[in-house]
């Protein structure tokens, strides 16, 4: 039994203790859960024939789950979520940001994607206006910015390329 991989065959801990009982698991290198599991073990064994308990599951849906739903939905390249980073992320503004433009119109009919427009209008004001204010955050942004200040330039005039070249 303790060198059977098939689950129909004990559980995991029964196999766990055959191994170390048999001396294919050494004692200090037993699982991390093993102790635990002896401990306190589970009130029902955790068979593959137990059967299911017949429970009814109740939603745990949050009212920002069907926001975040719609944010994903449209935007599926929203970039990395540093874990280090205790700032917002992009989601969270979202869901702020969308709530607020939704209590402002109050009870009036208005629609999820026109109250979604908004409030991505509002980010993407915010990251440009953020953008422009702070341009010392990343090349990315340096550059961006390098770009779109010359496409607004216009090209000089009078100068010709062989002028450039010439001694």
């Given at each position: 039994?303790?060198?059977?991989?098939?689950?129909?065959?004990?559980?995991?801990?029964?196999?766990?203790?055959?191994?170390?009982?048999?001396?294919a698991l050494n004692w200090n290198d037993r699982p991390i859960w093993y102790d635990i599991y002896a401990?306190?073990?589970?009130?029902?064994?955790?068979?593959?024939?137990r059967p299911v308990a017949n429970i009814q599951l109740r939603n745990?849906?949050?009212p920002e789950d069907k926001i975040r739903a719609i944010f994903h939905r449209n935007n599926k390249?929203?970039?990395?979520?540093?874990?280090?980073?205790?700032?917002?992320?992009?989601t969270q503004k979202f869901?702020?940001?969308?709530?607020?433009?939704?209590?402002?119109?109050g009870d009036e009919?208005?629609?999820?994607?026109q109250?979604?427009?908004?409030a991505i209008d509002i980010i993407n004001r915010d990251r440009y206006n953020k953008a422009v204010e702070e341009p010392e955050e990343g090349e990315a942004v340096k550059l961006s910015l390098a770009f779109k200040e010359a496409q607004n330039k216009q090209k000089p005039t009078g100068i010709?390329?062989?002028?450039?070249?010439q001694e």
């Open positions: 039994m303790a060198g059977s991989r098939l689950e129909k065959i004990g559980t995991i801990f029964s196999r766990t203790t055959g191994l170390i009982q048999s001396k401990k306190f073990p589970p009130k029902d064994e955790p068979r593959f024939d745990i849906f949050y390249q929203i970039g990395l979520v540093s874990l280090e980073n205790r700032s917002p992320t992009l869901i702020e940001i969308y709530t607020k433009v939704k209590e402002q119109y009919s208005v629609s999820e994607e109250l979604y427009k908004e010709s390329v062989k002028d450039l070249f």
